[in-house]
């Protein structure tokens, strides 16, 4: 099974950007985020996730005009990832 080197570099970025949130979260009062803040920068984190990734299959990918399952399973889960957090702040409000 390939293991890429864009997946080390996705996933490192990804923890990059969690160990700031947490590192963030001991100077900011998390109590005082809105819940529609918090939507506002999910959506910027996916869209730029989303933007990265297609661009990234466009450059490198075949001429063929098919959805790739890796590609369907990673949008499944970021709208499943969505449903779950609208759903919390829904219940937090």
């Known amino acids: 099974m390939a ?3 864009g997946s080390g ?3 490192t970025f990804c923890g990059v950007i969690f160990a700031c949130a947490f590192v963030g979260s001991f100077f900011i009062d998390v109590q005082q985020l809105t819940p529609e803040r918090i939507m506002r920068t999910w959506f910027l984190f996916i869209a ?3 933007i990265g990734w297609g661009w990234n299959r466009i450059r490198t990918g075949s ?3 098919t959805v790739g399952q890796d590609t369907i399973n990673f949008v499944i889960s970021l709208v499943g990832a969505t449903i779950a957090l609208l759903a919390f702040l829904k219940g937090s409000g």
């Open 9 to 11: 570099f996705f996933a």
């Open 3 to 5: 293991k890429p080197k």
């Open 63 to 65: 001429q063929e005009w």
């Open 48 to 50: 730029a996730i989303l």
